[in-house]
């Protein structure tokens, strides 16, 4: 992306479940630095391309939970969970998808796996509503530990009210992420993230890329 332009996300051949963000062209897929709320510092970095399949999203963050010490009573709030909201307008109309991080209630290792819940709609909307699954799409944690989060998701161009694009392609796209407890929180355009989500004309300008999937090379380690 230039200063002046849209962001232009790669074409690329991803695979979701192979616990790796190798194959991730980089840094052409890394989204320009998230601005982070008043007084902190940022906490993750956002990777967004697409081909045929949909459009894919890798993250790397950090961020402590202290399991031990945030007893609660059935699910997990998720008003206190890590997660990040996407925006999307391909010209059907604005979606809004939110992947939240839900830990184990009890600490069983040192490396506590965490459960990646992909849910349609804003986060406010889901915290208040309830979880709406995203029919056909894929989210996997893979973070080895904390406080490092690690993980990918793919929507299918279904779940975008649209059908496979071409190269060239323009839409406009939010993304924000807000951390344990909401402590802090970072958006493509600086805004919170509830009014970021809730405001589409203002989403940023994206194209998707031309060329060939990129593919990860035979034997690359992940």
């Known amino acids: 992306m230039n200063n002046d332009g849209p962001i232009v996300l790669p074409h690329a051949d991803i695979d979701v479940h192979d616990k790796s963000l190798a194959d991730w062209p980089k840094p052409a897929s890394l989204l320009p630095p998230l601005k982070p709320s008043p007084g902190t510092v940022d906490f993750g970095e956002i990777y967004l391309s697409w081909n045929e399949r949909g459009l894919a999203l890798g993250t790397i963050g950090q961020d402590y939970f202290d399991i031990d010490l945030f007893p609660y009573a059935g699910s997990f709030p998720l008003a206190d969970a890590y997660r990040i909201e996407l925006g999307l307008d391909l010209g059907a109309g604005p979606r809004r998808f939110t992947l939240f991080f839900i830990p184990p209630r009890t600490k069983l290792r040192d490396h506590p796996p965490m459960t990646a819940l992909l849910c349609a709609g804003a986060a406010a909307q889901i915290i208040a509503e309830g979880c709406h699954p995203v029919p056909d799409a894929e989210a996997v944690y893979f973070g080895a530990d904390q406080p490092r989060i690690t993980a990918?998701?793919?929507?299918?161009?279904?779940?975008?009210?649209?059908?496979?694009?071409?190269?060239?392609?323009?839409?406009?796209?939010?993304?924000?992420?807000?951390?344990?407890?909401?402590?802090?929180?970072?958006?493509?355009?600086?805004?919170?993230?509830?009014?970021?989500?809730?405001?589409?004309?203002?989403?940023?300008?994206?194209?998707?890329?031309?060329?060939?999937?990129?593919?990860?090379?035979?034997?690359?380690?992940?």
Do not use: N, Y
């Open 152 to 222: 990918e998701m793919l929507l299918p161009w279904s779940a975008l009210g649209f059908a496979p694009p071409q190269p060239g392609a323009k839409l406009r796209a939010e993304v924000a992420m807000t951390s344990w407890h909401r402590e802090r929180w970072m958006s493509l355009s600086g805004e919170a993230p509830e009014r970021a989500m809730a405001d589409p004309a203002h989403w940023l300008p994206v194209r998707l890329g031309d060329g060939l999937a990129l593919k990860r090379p035979a034997g690359a380690p992940g």
